[in-house]
């Protein structure tokens, strides 16, 4: 039987080629004569230069009706013919991605010969989809002033949010950024090339370190809601679809860079006294490249190909430590002439892109990109000392390949596979001193560290850890399409095979101190390997059907996830001296979910200029690496292997003078060493159970249900307004039981917070809902992992509304802005009253505080936000002078006031010191609604000379970020003091700075 399936799996594989790509959009219509009467049998055909085959064509049905699919982006003219009528042609409709045109005409009795040809505007509506998209094209996305990133430009879509909150800085220079869409999981973004998955096998999938190439992108799509069978999770996609050669040579020139100098100074008064000890400052930044496509053999075999090199250097808000690598020294001091560094450059990356048109029905595209990271070594951050960087050096690749076949005008095949793979994370620094333990300073409210750097948190002495992993992912894909004028159907199939392997490495010991004096270490086992997969099948089938004005579209999906970890081992180091082995395992036995989704527009106006759109459908969360329970069972992973206790070096040699093999409190002539916090340490017998209805079955797996009306009209010719209305809300949520506990183990408490001008009503207010385990129970663990609602409700709700306007207009200004408002509520207060003891984070990727003893606000509601954006650009005509912006305005992430407590302030509430020998508490002082971070306005602008000489074109243009020179701060330490330290800046948004950027067409 196992056999069949398997074999069943490959000839889907092999005979019902592959899923819907995203890029692939439509051209469809009505043709009537000039009576109004429907005309069947009419010739559609759809031409461009963007296809290779030159010509797509279909005819009308019954109704008259046409639908021609699989189109490529681009400018076509749509020919209708047919016998006794004049040809009507249709010239100049813009294409975009994954948009359906109507084209519809009226025909005439006339000669064969005659040919009536129609200038008209392009639909900027799309009447028969109810996904909510955006577009920018290769004009707009050469035009802005932002970096050529995925990051940037998906910074330009209101409703797109970064994992666990916060603002990103990376318009100047290109980064990664894990995204999600308002209400749903932080990690639940997508970015795709071609329509096939460029994202790494763990944490949501979705994202990776890979540099897709935007210079060049024929077009970006981005979708936020409303997607049918082939959407697996209901977060946003972007969509980068890119050139792939033509029948004639082009190239493409791009340089941008700056120098130090160009970089201006913000570091304000108000920087200054709020504590911030020197915002970065970059010294150079260069990203270059060299692009070229054309024929290999006209209308047959084309070819697109890219050469690109980048550097960039900048000085941290951090300094040297003069006593770095000194084993004597124990201290942190600032050498404020020497600030750190962070440097990476080149090496020098190709890729390439060939088209083939095999025959005249059957198309097949491959790509091939390798990227090798620059040997570097990080150099911390604002509460990272340099000393304890890593050496940052690996790569990835991308591999791609799609084939379509246009059996016949109605039957569209369609297959593609992707893989992403990397050799990435940091490695151990050459030549590491190993002598040299790793240092937290800790710096509490009751003493600051005037005697250890005054940072609160600082890390720095020596490097603590450092990883050899290994990252797979392979996906592919298969659809079959049958279209008829009023309908579209198809029939799909995904699949997926994610490796996640990983091999963490380091010292055994760290240590944390306060005020340079030791009160508490780090044990860690180290040098063991972790190996996960995770694997799926998924089948959908859909379909879109119109009538006069109105579209249904429906959908319905399965999918079968499951994970698997092949044998491993760990053990044979210093704190588990015994190796255990594991042998071949399941996670995730097989989740099976159908889920359905629905869709509704309607043509209000009748002319295509009005829609009202309607969706609703169930997503899942993603399956892959680390995310969710796929990875929960991990047989290494459930062994702790990184425990804290209590330290008081009495002899002051930094040397912890204890058993440290012995787990329990130990009390020398010496030194005092606490219990460690989890007694199942190193232990080979797993301290983390689940539930076996978690981890198969049907309908159990995490997912949400969204709902969303939009209403769209063209206002103007060019120029379209979208508003739209999106609930959202997320299902199955887990939790996890201390079965060695009860809730009578757990010790309720209060504490008043501290007189404090900052704190809400100056402070001196009571947080109650904190929690201490009885000292018997201390360190004693048997985690139980379960459904949320088998202890309370438990729930996570978000409303929004966007405004959307788009205008293209034909005098040369095009502008795309917007704005989100909405507020995710979350709560799990009924389910903390009965599970006080439960750990961990609520999501991932969420912003939401862990659950923890300590963390009383089971309540997030952090009030209704906006987030606006805006871009445009505009050439200025017969001076040929190029104008273009763009602009962010994003509300800061909710604050705390992390205030370090002693055990004695403690005890005075709580009735007998804390458990497991601590010497203090850290509490949050705020709950998600009292305090938030500053908002952050950024624009950036660009003015350019575009330069023509024969047939080549060349823009030379000075871009400002940060253009009004913003101080504004993007995280904080907020570490509390009463009447002392808090949120100190721990970055700010980049001074105003000036790239110069060359682009040349030739």
């Known amino acids: 039987m196992r056999g069949f399936v398997k074999a069943a799996l490959l000839a889907s594989l092999v005979l019902l080629p592959a899923a819907a790509f995203a890029q692939s959009s439509s051209i469809t219509g009505v043709v009537k004569d000039s009576s109004g009467a429907v005309l069947p049998g009419v010739t559609v055909e759809a031409s461009s230069e963007a296809l290779i085959e030159k010509v797509r064509s279909t005819v009308t049905d019954n109704a008259g009706q046409y639908r021609i699919v699989d189109l490529r982006v681009g400018k076509y003219t749509v020919t209708f013919s047919l016998t006794g009528f004049s040809t009507v042609k249709h010239e100049d409709v813009e294409l975009g991605s994954d948009f359906i045109a109507t084209v519809s005409v009226e025909m005439k009795v006339g000669a064969i010969a005659e040919t009536i040809t129609v200038t008209g505007e392009t639909p900027i509506v799309d009447v028969q989809s109810a996904k909510r998209q955006r577009t920018i094209d290769n004009d707009l996305v050469q035009a802005l002033p932002t970096a050529k990133g995925y990051a940037s430009i998906m910074l330009l879509i209101p409703s797109m949010v970064q994992s666990g909150g916060g603002i990103p800085n990376v318009q100047l220079q290109p980064g990664m950024i894990v995204f999600g869409g308002q209400g749903g999981r932080g990690n639940e973004g997508r970015v795709q090339v071609d329509g096939l998955n460029t994202g790494a096998s763990l944490n949501g999938g979705g994202v990776s370190g890979y540099r897709q190439d935007i210079e060049n992108a024929t077009e970006i799509a981005m979708s936020t809601s409303g997607g049918l069978g082939e959407n697996e999770v209901g977060g946003p996609a972007m969509n980068i679809v890119p050139q792939t050669g033509g029948n004639t040579f082009k190239q493409h020139f791009f340089f941008t860079g700056l120098n130090g100098s160009m970089q201006s100074d913000n570091f304000t008064q108000r920087l200054i006294d709020a504590g911030l000890r020197r915002p970065n400052h970059t010294n150079y930044i260069y990203d270059t490249s060299v692009s070229s496509g054309g024929p290999i053999i006209k209308d047959k075999l084309w070819f697109f190909g890219l050469l690109y090199y980048r550097g960039t250097g900048s000085d941290i808000s951090m300094f040297h430590n003069l006593n770095a690598g000194d084993v004597t020294k124990w201290t942190y001091v600032a050498n404020v002439n020497d600030p750190a560094k962070s440097d990476s450059n080149g090496p020098l990356q190709p890729n390439l892109r060939l088209t083939f048109q095999v025959s005249q029905r059957n198309r097949l595209s491959l790509f091939w990109d ?56 940091t490695r151990e620094t050459p030549g590491n001193n190993r002598a040299l333990l790793q240092v937290t300073e800790q710096c509490p409210a009751s003493t600051g560290c005037a005697n250890n750097g005054g940072i609160a948190n600082l890390v ?70 972790t190996l996960s997969r995770v694997k799926y099948h998924a089948f959908y089938a859909q379909d879109s059907w119109t009538h006069n004005r109105l579209t249904i579209q429906g959908a319905v999906r399965y999918d079968h996830p499951w994970s698997e970890y092949p044998e491993q081992s760990i053990g044979g180091v210093t704190f588990l001296p015994a190796v255990t082995t594991f042998p071949e395992s399941r996670g995730v036995v097989g989740y099976n979910d159908i889920t359905p989704r629905v869709g509704a527009v309607f043509d209000i106006s009748g002319n295509g200029k009005t829609a009202l759109k309607f969706n609703m459908g169930r997503y899942l969360e993603a399956a892959v690496n680390g995310n969710g329970n796929y990875s929960a069972l991990l047989p290494a992973s459930r062994v702790p292997v990184s425990v804290t206790r209590t330290w ?4 002051g040699n930094f040397t912890p003078d204890c058993d440290l093999q012995n787990p329990l409190a130990q009390s020398t002539t010496v030194d005092f060493c606490g219990q460690i916090n989890q007694l199942a340490f190193g232990r080979s017998n797993p301290t983390l159970a689940y539930d076996p209805n978690i981890m198969q079955g049907w309908g159990v797996r995490p997912g949400d249900w969204q709902v969303g009306v939009t209403l769209q009209r063209e206002v103007l010719p060019r120029v379209s307004l979208e508003v739209g209305y999106t609930r959202r809300w997320l299902q199955n949520f887990t939790v996890t039981e201390n079965r060695a506990t009860s809730v009578a183990d757990y010790t309720p408490f209060s504490i008043t917070a501290p007189l404090d001008s900052r704190l809400p009503n100056g402070g001196g207010y009571v947080i109650s809902g904190l929690y201490d385990v009885v000292q018997a129970k201390a360190g004693v663990t048997d985690n139980y992992r379960t459904y949320a609602p088998n202890y309370g409700s438990m729930y996570q709700i978000y409303n929004g509304i966007d405004v959307n306007v788009n205008a293209r207009l034909r005098n040369g200004l095009t502008v795309q802005g917007g704005t989100n408002t909405g507020q995710r509520v979350t709560d799990y207060c009924e389910i903390r009253a009965k599970l006080p003891g439960q750990t961990g984070p609520f999501s991932t990727g969420s912003e939401i505080p862990a659950f923890a003893l300590l963390n009383p606000n089971c309540h997030f509601a952090p009030g209704i936000l906006t987030r606006g954006t805006a871009a445009g650009s505009y050439t200025v005509p017969r001076i040929d002078v ?96 009463p009447s002392g330290a808090w949120l100190v800046p721990t970055s700010v948004l980049t001074a105003r700075t000036t790239k110069i950027t060359v682009q040349w067409d030739f």
């Open 460 to 529: 720095y002495r020596g490097q603590n850890s450092w990883n050899a992993d290994w990252i797979g992912a392979h996906t592919w894909n298969a659809a079959a399409s049958y279209v008829t004028g009023a309908n579209n159907m198809k029939f799909g199939y995904n699949g997926a095979y994610h490796v996640d392997n990983r091999a963490p490495g380091g010292q055994d010991l760290s240590y944390r101190f306060q005020n340079g004096v030791p009160n508490q270490l780090t044990e860690n086992i180290r040098y063991y390997r």
């Open 370 to 425: 390798e990227q090798i990271s620059s040997d570097s070594i990080a150099q911390g951050n604002s509460t990272t000392a340099p000393e304890v960087g890593g050496w940052n050096h690996g790569f990835q690749r991308v591999q791609q390949a799609k084939w379509t076949s246009a059996t016949t005008s109605k039957l569209l095949l369609e297959a593609g596979v992707g893989t992403y793979l990397s050799n990435w994370n």
């Open 882 to 977: 190029l104008l273009s912006a763009a602009f962010q305005s994003s509300p800061g992430g909710p604050l705390s006031a992390n205030y370090v407590m002693t055990a004695a302030q403690v005890a005075q509430t709580l009735g007998r010191v804390p458990s497991g020998n601590v010497t203090n508490l850290t509490i949050n002082l705020l709950d998600s609604s009292q305090a938030r971070g500053e908002r952050v306005n950024q624009l950036d602008f660009r003015i350019g000379k575009i330069l023509r000489f024969g047939g080549q074109r060349a823009v030379i243009s000075a871009d400002l970020f940060n253009a009004l020179n913003s101080d504004a701060i993007l995280t904080y330490n907020q570490s509390f003091t």
């Open 648 to 651: 008081t070096d009495r002899n």
